[in-house]
């Protein structure tokens, strides 16, 4: 066996041998607002995706007729489920609409 072969070896043997040991997070006892902050960071940490961004328009029913009330994305508001504002601040980074 050649010299670095035989130190590749024994390098993935002692590696191997090594025992990590991982730090158990008890979360449900964490209080909400580091919970919060927890995952504000994670979720602006990565490219989060939303394949579910409702239709830009509202089913309704008007006299047993369901008809459609075509809305435009807003910058912010309280009606709905989605807006620019709320999506950003929340880390959604690509939605998609059906």
Same mark, same amino acid.
């Not at 919970?35 to 089913?59: E, F, K, M, N, Q």
């Given at each position: ?11 993935? =043997? ?23 902050? =927890? ?7 990565? =490219? ?51």
């Amino acid at each position: 066996m050649k010299i670095k072969q035989l130190f590749l070896l024994t390098s993935l =043997i002692a590696l191997a041998a090594c025992k990590t040991e991982t730090k158990k997070i008890d979360y449900a006892s964490m209080p909400e607002d580091k919970l919060r902050r =927890i995952a504000d960071s994670l979720a602006h940490a990565y =490219i989060i995706t939303d394949g579910h961004v409702d239709l830009p328009y509202r089913l309704k029913v008007n006299k047993f007729r369901l008809e459609r009330e075509y809305l435009g994305i807003p910058i912010s508001t309280t009606e709905g489920d989605f807006d620019y504002e709320r999506a950003k601040k929340g880390g959604l980074d690509a939605p998609f609409m059906r």
